[in-house]
């Protein structure tokens, strides 16, 4: 096993409320905030995990949605692995907002770019507006995954991550695209056949922590979330 994490860049895009930050905290942190909280600009938080044998720092950004931000989402999805195109199940005009991001993105960074589209709120069935067949018939007209969760009861968020951070580690693989290791070094992952998927959390040390803190908190955003 290598003694290094590969980073990887994954941004979360949507319109607002739909429950970016919760996705965030919740897989981060294992916590959820009822009241709305919006982002201001963007936020930071990162996971340390192990990826078929291959140490993984996922750097996960939350940008905001409002409309009055939507022209500095390319300063934060720049460089970006991989992005969730997050919707509300029962909000169609957040649907219809995340054929507008993948427009963005893949004008801006191509097919370098991992996308998944993800309902989020599934705890909410009964005011569901965007079917599963649909939003599934539009991921596979983007040549894309489609999940599903709630940050509400965590059902299916650790799906969600661990899905995203293996398959950019397997287009890595493929591709043998150049990565900054957690020291901002770059580093070429090795070609070599495919694996059974295994995935699990890497406890992070106090110095790491300290780390993200000093890269995050450089940035002026949303300090809540760098604990």
Not at 181 to 207: A, F, K
Request: hydrophobic content about 40%.
């Amino acid at each position: 096993m290598d003694s290094y994490a590969k980073s990887f860049k994954v941004v979360l895009l949507g319109e607002g409320a739909v429950g970016k930050t919760s996705l965030m905290l919740r897989y981060t942190e294992n916590k959820f905030i009822n009241e709305h909280i919006s982002t201001i600009q963007a936020a930071f938080a990162s996971k340390h995990l192990i990826v078929d044998n291959e140490r993984v720092e996922l750097a996960i950004w939350d940008t905001a949605g409002q409309e009055r931000f939507h022209a500095l989402g390319p300063i934060y999805y720049r460089d970006s692995h991989g992005a969730l195109l997050v919707y509300d199940i029962t909000d169609r005009r957040s649907f219809e907002r995340v054929k507008k991001w993948v427009e963005e993105l893949l004008q801006m960074l191509g097919d370098t770019v991992v996308l998944f589209v993800v309902g989020n709120k599934i705890d909410l069935e009964s005011s569901r507006v965007v079917s599963v067949e649909e939003a599934t018939n539009y991921a596979s007209s983007i040549n894309t995954q489609f999940l599903e969760c709630s940050a509400k009861t965590n059902e299916g968020v650790d799906e969600v991550f661990d899905a995203i951070a293996t398959a950019i580690l397997k287009k890595a693989r493929e591709q043998s695209v150049v990565f900054d290791e957690q020291e901002g070094t770059g580093n070429i992952l090795r070609r070599h056949s495919g694996s059974r998927r295994s995935i699990r959390i890497v406890e992070e040390t106090e110095e790491v922590r300290e780390r993200r803190r000093r890269r995050f908190d450089k940035f002026g955003m949303i300090a809540g979330l760098n604990k």
